[in-house]
């Protein structure tokens, strides 16, 4: 599908994801001592500039910026928090709010067994579902893994994999940079129409409701459980998408979305979405139903260089930082 009005995307997708951190060490064991990323960017965002982004009283905020392969998507900004607004907990799949973020491997069950002895606990074993793809299925194998300060990383060995960035610069890599980023939300339709072509562009790639037992027992779900669920990226795909998520008929968990945050909370906080026009993502932003939390500004930061700023919630209260670099 393309943009709106015949208009080219103004979005390619998340950029990165913000994760909140009390200290930055166990993060950086396990995403570059285990996973390969590498720090590309290390600072502070001024305190002016961090009340521009996150809200006012948190002083300047130490940052450290992980990528893979020297990958241009699918990044990861660590924002070390000094006062967390709640304490660090696991989302659960039927929680409201950021879930997972998701990366390829290689070997799921080599990942599984060596993680698990260097202390990362996992939800449950390693688990394969089919997922309905029109008149086909495709066959995915992953699990959670449960990371640092709150964090939920899912780890796909898919059947068929789709092209990444770090896979296409290194074949020889185990993992790859974050190939998804996943939300639950109350309204999945208005967190449609935002991303997609009427809203900052992005392309459905499909949308589908289905129940399996592979994927209830890897997200510890009850029997029978139906799932919508939509992933939206790029045109040309190779960039992270995003998995939305809506579980119908089951009682909701935990809604975590007041606690997450960026600069505030722990764990998945936000997404960071480079445009090509600020403005104009900001304008039809609150078109489609989000909310402005920054109007753009300009500055220099250590995790976008020089760009115009602005942060948006989605419908569902997303937490959304867009960039235009300068």
């Not at 950086?28 to 002016?48: I, N, P, W, Y």
């Not at 579902?129 to 995915?140: D, F, K, Q």
């Not at 992953?142 to 789709?162: H, N, S, T, Y």
Request: proline content about 6%; some cysteine; overall charge negative.
């Amino acid at each position: 599908m393309s943009a709106g009005s015949g208009s080219a995307p103004l979005v390619e997708s998340v950029t990165s994801t913000v994760i909140g951190v009390t200290e930055f060490d166990a993060h950086l064991d396990l995403f570059c001592g285990e996973l390969g990323f590498e720090v590309s960017g290390e600072g502070v965002v001024a305190a002016a500039d961090a009340a521009g982004l996150w809200g006012d009283g948190l002083g300047d905020v130490e940052i450290r910026l992980l990528t893979a392969a020297g990958a241009d998507t699918g990044r990861i900004h660590l924002l070390k928090v000094a006062e967390p607004v709640a304490a660090a907990a696991h989302p659960h799949t039927l929680d409201l709010g950021l879930a997972g973020i998701d990366l390829y491997t290689r070997d799921i069950q080599a990942t599984h067994d060596r993680l698990r002895a260097r202390g990362h606990p996992w939800g449950s074993r390693p688990s394969t579902y089919e997922v309905p793809l029109g008149e086909r299925s495709i066959s995915v194998t992953e699990g959670f893994c449960f990371g640092p300060d709150g964090l939920d990383i899912v780890f796909v060995q898919p059947g068929d994999a789709r092209g990444t960035v770090a896979w296409n610069t290194d074949p020889a890599r185990h993992y790859t940079e974050l190939t998804s980023v996943v939300c639950h939300v109350p309204d999945i339709e208005a967190e449609l129409r935002f991303w997609g072509p009427d809203g900052l562009g992005l392309s459905v790639w499909y949308d589908v409701t289905f129940s399996s037992p592979g994927l209830e027992a890897m997200a510890d779900l009850p029997a029978g459980t139906a799932v919508r669920l939509a992933f939206v990226a790029g045109a040309e795909g190779g960039t992270t998408r995003i998995e939305i998520v809506d579980i119908a008929g089951a009682a909701r968990g935990v809604d975590r979305r007041a606690s997450q945050r960026p600069g505030r909370g722990l764990g998945h906080t936000g997404w960071s979405v480079r445009t090509r026009d600020v403005g104009a993502a900001v304008t039809r932003a609150v078109r489609t139903g989000g909310r402005v939390v920054c109007h753009p500004f300009e500055t220099t930061t250590p995790l976008h260089g020089t760009a115009r700023l602005a942060v948006v919630d989605t419908p569902n209260g997303i937490s959304v930082e867009l960039w235009q670099p300068l």
